[in-house]
């Protein structure tokens, strides 16, 4: 039998042992129903999640609500909505209880004298143009003035079909104002002309990403296993979908045979008390699901499948490396 030792030189099993006793528990808040922007295919407000549940205004019951999150054994509060920056109170809620990621369209800027590390991820929809008809605006031009040179921010970079062969002159913006990038690809909700998925764009863009990858390492975090398979859809022969998602709340999953998931994940509404099916659209259609958190934490769920070869093995490393980087649990 194959065991990670027998696996891994002693460079791999150092890199290994580093994330192995990580242990990270996260889940996902809806920090507000509100937005700046109504970009067109945003899972948040295509699925009517935004009426799901009144938010909450008292910032005495967030903080409850934050304090029995910790003592449930969150320890990765990520905060999305809506636009979390529209309540920084209750961002600084989160922030002062426990480690925290950001998600933001990065028009308002956060303040990094109150927040020094808070981990920000901005999210950005491809060049001017299609950010234009996507969102109504290029939010490249503020965001990076907002966040230029800062090191606990990247861009979260949903690349849509209409970017395939179009993502480095992207990539160089980025690397132009000393931020990261991670990338993901449009699930395309809204049904949009023109931005949905093919066999051979898929393909011709996950040959991109391993360039762009190679060309800027320093500036896009990701890994070439995980474009595998978040472009094919499959992981070990098997497919992506509702019976393998790892990012089913748990009081809401009733799959059977219960699938690797993540360990007590909930996906909070703003009131404090509905949950939502997942980490993304409660109304997706799974087979179409593109969401890049959900096919990384897939990944991470299924170690034991990834001890077979070295490469299994370190493909898997590489995966949750990227993953403990974009939420600080290791440096860049
Ligand atoms: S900025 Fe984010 S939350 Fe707001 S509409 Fe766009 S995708 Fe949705
Ligand atoms: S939409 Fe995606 S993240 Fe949500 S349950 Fe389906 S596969 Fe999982």
Known sequence: MQTVSSLLNKEWYERYKRIASLNIRSSIYDVTNRCNLRCKGCFFFSSGEHEAAREEMDIKKWENFIDREKARGVNLAILIGGEPTLCMDRVEAFYTRLPSYCATNGLIKIDRAKFPDLMVGISLWGGGEDEKILRGRDTFAISSKNYEGDTCTYYLYTITPRQVGKIEPVIKRIADVGLKVHLQLLSNDEGVDGFSWGKEELADLRREMDEVLDKYP???????????????????????????????????????????????????????????????????????????????????????????????????????????????????
């Open 218 to 332: 320093r500036t896009v975090i990701s890994s070439k296993y995980y474009h595998e398979v978040i472009t094919t859809g499959k992981m070990m022969g098997r497919a992506f979908g509702w019976p393998e998602c790892p990012s089913v709340t748990e009081s809401l999953d009733t799959r059977k045979p219960q699938p690797r998931r993540l360990i007590h994940f909930v996906r909070w509404a703003s009131d404090l008390q509905t949950v939502h099916r997942c980490c993304t659209s409660a109304t997706r259609d799974c087979s179409t699901c593109k969401d890049g958190a959900a096919h990384m934490s897939w990944i991470m769920v299924n170690k034991r499948e990834h001890i077979r070869t070295t490469r299994d093995l370190q493909n898997w490393i590489e995966v949750y490396e990227m993953f403990a980087k974009l939420y600080r649990f290791i440096p860049w």
